[in-house]
């Protein structure tokens, strides 16, 4: 396993950095399949993961592979992106929250991760962007990512502009939950790991499976979803506090 991905387990949380800073940790596919099972096999043992990258930005994107001489059939391509789709993907199944720190920049693959987690806090240095459609490439791979956590007028502007965004625009298209200074980045981060920890264990979770499903059904659906989950978490012992 490469240092390219940094992990700590402390207590309750899972903590993974993404860590090639002289790259603006652009991520290779080999960073996203590890991301991916890391994501996957948290749930078996942390209340949480924290998701973050070393140095002055987030993740500007993915790391450039080899130049291809001839271009790859419809199937070879689709096999090759899987990786990428696979990640996004553990961000949804993973049964625990994420809580993402976005510091500098967010492209790409950065600002879908930024996206799917649970929580994100950006700094006010933060920028944003998709910018597939400038670099010649049909982006809905990216968009895949923001179909079930952002608006359409906002996906659509991010697509067809390109456009950096700052933090104020990507707490109002819901990229982000909170906005800080970069001095209070680290103290905003323990607050919100705090007042999950400080929630019963099935109570953060059934809010993430809540909220994974019920976006997608229709309005009776979704009461009658709540009135089931609601009634199965709330008569856990696990809900009751121990001294």
């Not at 500007?60 to 130049?67: E, K, M, S």
């Not at 952002?150 to 298209?173: C, D």
């Not at 989950?229 to 696990?238: V, Y």
Request: proline letters at 5%.
């Amino acid at each position: 396993m490469s240092d390219a991905i940094l992990t700590m387990a402390d207590g309750p949380i899972l903590r993974i950095t993404l860590n090639r800073p002289d790259a603006g940790n652009g991520a290779t596919d080999e960073m996203a399949a590890q991301l991916t099972h890391l994501l996957l096999d948290a749930g078996e043992r942390y209340r949480l993961v924290v998701l973050r990258g070393a140095g002055d930005d987030f993740c500007t994107g993915r790391a450039a592979g080899r130049a291809r001489v001839v271009a790859p059939e419809a199937l070879q391509r689709r096999r090759s992106t899987e990786v990428i789709f696979d990640c996004y993907g553990a961000f949804r199944k993973t049964p625990i929250p994420i809580v993402c720190l976005v510091q500098g920049r967010a492209l790409g693959f950065g600002c879908a991760l930024a996206a799917l987690a649970d929580i994100t806090i950006a700094t006010e240095d933060a920028r944003f962007q998709v910018p597939e459609m400038a670099h010649r490439i049909m982006p809905t791979m990216v968009m895949s990512s923001l179909i079930d956590r952002l608006p359409r007028k906002a996906i659509s502007h991010l697509v067809y502009t390109s456009q950096i965004i700052g933090p104020e625009r990507a707490l109002a298209f819901g990229i982000v939950g909170d906005i800080v200074a970069r001095d209070d980045a680290e103290a905003a981060l323990e607050r919100v790991c705090q007042a999950i920890l400080d929630a019963p264990a099935p109570a953060t979770e059934g809010v993430k499976e809540y909220l994974k499903t019920a976006m997608q059904m229709d309005v009776q659906g979704a009461v009658d979803f709540a009135r089931n989950l609601h009634a199965t978490i709330n008569s856990s012992s696990e809900m009751k506090r121990t001294s």
